[in-house]
C-alpha cells in the first residue's frame, strides 16, 4: 500500500519518464541502425565529413538554445497556471531565438566565405542550419514545463521513424551525404509545425506583443545556462572540430564512430533529466534534505546500473564493432573503450548538476565547473590531439568528464548539498 501511494505521488512524472524514456529509447535505437548504414554507405571519409559538420553546427544549436530549454522549462512550471504568463513566457522566448537564429547564420555565412574548409562544401554547413532552425521551434521546453512529455514523444516518433526510412530508401551512395542532412530537416520542420499547433489549439497560447525589456530579462536568466552549454560542447564537441582541422575526415569518422556509441549511450539519460527537472524544481522549495535524499538513491540505483553497462560494453565492444560497422571499424576500438566510463560519470554530474545546483539556483557553480574545464580541454585536447589523432580526442574527452564529476562534487560540497543517505 505504501508503495502504491508512492507511485500516485510521482504518477505525472513515471508518465513523463516513459515518455521520454521511449523517445530517447528510439533515439538510442536509429542510430544504432542508421550509423552503420551511414558508415558503410558513405564511407568512413563522408561519414567523417558528415560528423565534423553535425560538431560545429551543434555550437550554433547552443547558441540558438541559449539555455532556454532549462530556463524555459522552469518559468513554465511555476506558471503553469497562469495563462498570461504562459503567453509572455513563449512568446519572449519565441523571439528571442528568432533573433538568434538570424545572428547565428550571418556568422555562419561569414565563417563559411572565409574559412577554405568549409567553403569547399557550404551546401553542407547551409542545410544542416536548416536542421537546427526545426529543431529550435519545436519547443520542447514548454511541453517539459507543463510536464505532458507524451506530446513530445509521437511527434518524434512519426518524424525520426520517417526520415530513417527515407535515409534507408534513398542514400545508396557515397556522394549521396548530403541527403541524411535533408532528411534530418524535414523530419525536424514537421515536428515543429505539429508542436507549435498543438501549443496553440491545446494550451491556447499564443504570441502576443512584449517589451524589448521581457526579452532582455529573459536572455539574462538564460545566460547562465547557456555559457554552461557552451561551455560543457567546449569539452565535447571541440575535440570533433579539432580532429577536423588537424587531420582528415578519415580520422573524424573513426573517432566519432566511438563517440556516438557512447553518446546513444548517454542519451538514455537524458530522459531521466528532463521528465524529473520541472518536478525538482519545485520539491527543492519544500524539502532540501527529502530532494538530497532521492538523489542518493538515484545516484546509488542508476549508477550501479550504468557501471555495469559499461563494463560489458567494454567487454564485448570488438563483436559490436565488427557486427555492426564492418571490419574498418575496428580502428575505432581504442577509442571507445577509452571513452566507456563517460556514461557512468555523466550519472554523477546529471545528480550534482541538475537535481541538484540548478534545481536550488546555484547554476553559477555549474557555469563555473564547465567554463573551467571547458577552456582546460581546449588546451589539453589540442596537445594530445596532435600528437595522438583520435587516441587523444577519446583521452581528453574522459579527462574533461572526470573533471566536471570533480569540480561538481567540490561545489556540492561547499554550498552543503551533497547527496545524503535517509529517507524520503
Sequence with gaps: MKIYKRLLEYRVQINNFISLFILQGLNFILPLITFPYLFRTLGVDNFGLISFSTALLFYFQIFIDFGFNLSGARHVALNRDNKESLNTIYSAITYSKILLIIIGFVILFVSVVCIPKLSHNANLYYISYLVIIGQTFFSNWFFQGVEKMKNITIINIVTKVLSTIFIFLFVKKTNDFLLVPIFYCIGNFVSAVISILIIRIKYNVVLVRVT??????????AM???????????????????????????????????????????SVINPISQSLYPFLSIKAKESKEKLLAFNFKFLVVMGGVFLLICLLVFIGSPYILLYFFGKDSSMSLVSLRIMLPIPFLLIIDTVLATF????????????????????????????????LKDIGAALSTLLSETLVAILLFIYCKKVNLLPIRSKL
Design 212 to 221: 524589448k525589456e521581457t526579452i532582455t530579462y529573459y536572455l539574462k536568466d
Design 224 to 266: 547562465p545556462l547557456f555559457v554552461s552549454n557552451l561551455s560543457v560542447t567546449l569539452y565535447t564537441f571541440s575535440t570533433v572540430i579539432l580532429l577536423g582541422f588537424f587531420y582528415n575526415n578519415t580520422i573524424v569518422g573513426y573517432y566519432t564512430l566511438a563517440e556516438r556509441i557512447i553518446a546513444a549511450m548517454k
Design 356 to 387: 541538484t545546483l540548478l534545481v536550488f539556483n546555484y547554476s553559477k557553480y555549474y557555469t563555473k565547473a564547465v567554463l573551467i574545464v571547458g577552456l582546460v580541454n581546449l588546451c589539453v585536447a589540442t596537445v594530445l590531439i596532435y600528437y
